[in-house]
């Protein structure tokens, strides 16, 4: 057998999700979280999407590309467990893999063309921007769908916990935004009330004020009574910290 | 970006599909047909399996390493279209892709150490023998499963239209056969009642005799009055055609 399989990018992600920090654990989780796949040259060309439009949703295997150069280990520690339970990498999804390879299935919302790059629009991603894709696969629920499938200790969906309340500063902040990028609040709704602290720093009061970076804001929240109070969106020079 | 990446192989597949002709459309269709997927070193230690036996259903992302040096097309034509419709290539699960890599959702039977071997016992596998794997990771129904996903032309599994019978001769042949390879009869009762012939030649009568590679046998069949009947089991040199 070969030593190793050589594969270049077909496309690049754009989202909302410029760090780790903040991003969904699952895709499919926070439907709002929308993002761009653009195809790259020479895998580009119409004829190669024929009838993927018929398809609701998508496989994109892709790279986890800020996570290459940080090594495996055998065990993980999921945050679902709270981060003290240690679970074989091979039975997480975990990015600190022998091979860094994502697999999320998405919704496909549309395929169109701009400025003369093709791009497939995503929703319920949980992909960070600049993410290399190798490959789109359809959706085939005769075979992919296995509802009745035992999950040992991910059986159900993670909570998500917390209410999020918005002070009246961040309300005005995001309302401006919106113009740019709707669906913003619910888009913050649904990642905060997901709890993205880590698992270390979950239950405990050591960390009250938090900032996440999505599109080029700065989302700042505190933890209040065990629920989320947003309290400002704060624009970020462009391109800092990506 | 990297113009690449580079992936070693964490395992490889030893399963009864010696050759492409005859293998499952897709994983899932054919209960019986089982491999075995052992880990190479040094991804082959128990703590990377940690839990994992928890999971009914593993994804397997692998190499299609018979197809690495076709090269790809923009378009394929899907046997279920009858190999007359042209379809995108990301609209479709072909292995003649930009990057060959495959995504297969098989049944977990069991995790076994033999020989100082570590093996996953697999089960409706699509798989052929050697096929390098990338990647292990759990099904989790909560994210994987969309049962209502809308899939275009691929909506339904591909029918299983024939009735398979058996010649007096090919009966003995594959009971004796069955001591070595349980299920056997049934496994080739399933493959054949898919219709493994290629999309141009089904539903003509321009060849009528048939033989794939199963383990070490030359399954023989005949079409007959539009139905299968198996004609022979015939033992093959051990690795010949390998």
């Not at 060309?45 to 790279?63: D, K, M, N």
């Not at 740019?180 to 979950?202: M, S």
């Not at 080029?216 to 462009?238: A, K, N, S």
Request: hydrophobic share 45%; with cysteine; net charge neutral.
């Amino acid at each position: 057998m070969q030593a190793s399989f050589e594969f270049p990018p077909i496309g690049v992600i754009h989202s909302c999700f410029k760090q780790k920090f903040g991003i969904p654990r699952q895709p499919g989780l926070v439907a709002e979280a929308r993002a761009t796949l653009e195809l790259l040259p020479p895998y580009d060309c119409a004829e190669a999407l024929t009838e993927l439009a018929g398809f609701s949703h998508l496989w994109i295997i892709f790279v986890f590309h800020r996570s290459l150069r940080d090594g495996w280990r055998p065990t993980v520690r999921p945050p679902r467990l709270g981060g003290n339970r240690r679970i074989g990498v091979f039975a997480s999804r975990s990015p600190f893999r022998p091979n860094p390879i994502g697999l999320s299935a998405v919704r496909l919302l549309g395929i169109v063309e701009e400025d003369g790059k093709r791009l497939l629009q995503l929703a319920g991603v949980d992909l960070l921007d600049g993410t290399p894709v190798l490959d789109i696969k359809p959706y085939l629920p005769y075979g992919d769908a296995i509802a009745d499938a035992r999950a040992g200790y991910a059986q159900a969906a993670p909570r998500a916990p917390l209410a999020v309340t918005f002070e009246a500063r961040a309300e005005a902040q995001i309302t401006a935004a919106e113009a740019d990028h709707p669906g913003l609040r619910r888009l913050i709704e649904q990642l905060l009330a997901a709890d993205p602290r880590p698992a270390y720093q979950a239950g405990t009061a050591s960390r009250r004020r938090f900032g996440m970076r999505l599109w080029d804001y700065d989302v700042q929240w505190e933890m209040v009574d065990g629920g989320v109070r947003v309290t400002g969106l704060i624009p970020l020079p462009v391109d800092e910290g990506a």
